[in-house]
């Protein structure tokens, strides 16, 4: 089990710390300001905002990413580690859904993000589940 447990802390550190990080460094690059900046009738206001909120927003998932990844070398962070990664990964799917519901459809990067949010949400939840029965 303790490969398993690397294994999903690995991808889920790794890819909140990637996300966050890049975030931080270039908030253009994120998929909804790119699709805003592409489009030539849409004029980004406020830039230095909306940079803060994004730069923001990226550093949390950078720090949690981190937390998650000393969950694989420090064991009395592990369980935690499954409780932030589990909260994040289902909670930005959750607001995924939400937002499908209200907003309607998006486009293809943004569903292969939720389902990869899905996806490591319920095996962080699956491996604190069998963590918390042991």
Do not use: H
């Amino acid at each position: 089990m303790g490969i398993f447990y690397t294994v999903v802390l690995t991808l889920s550190g790794l890819l909140l710390t990637y996300a966050g990080l890049n975030r931080m460094i270039r908030p253009m690059s994120s998929l909804c300001l790119t699709r805003y900046a592409q489009n030539p009738n849409i004029k980004i206001e406020y830039k230095s905002d909306v940079f803060n909120e994004m730069r923001s927003a990226g550093a949390q998932l950078f720090f949690i990413g981190l937390f998650i990844i000393l969950g694989i070398f420090l064991p009395q962070v592990k369980l935690w580690s499954f409780v932030f990664a589990a909260v994040t990964f289902l909670g930005y799917a959750f607001g995924r859904i939400v937002s499908l519901k209200l907003d309607g459809k998006v486009c293809k990067e943004l569903m292969s993000g939720l389902y990869s949010e899905i996806l490591l949400g319920i095996l962080n939840a699956i491996c604190l589940g069998i963590i918390l029965m042991a």
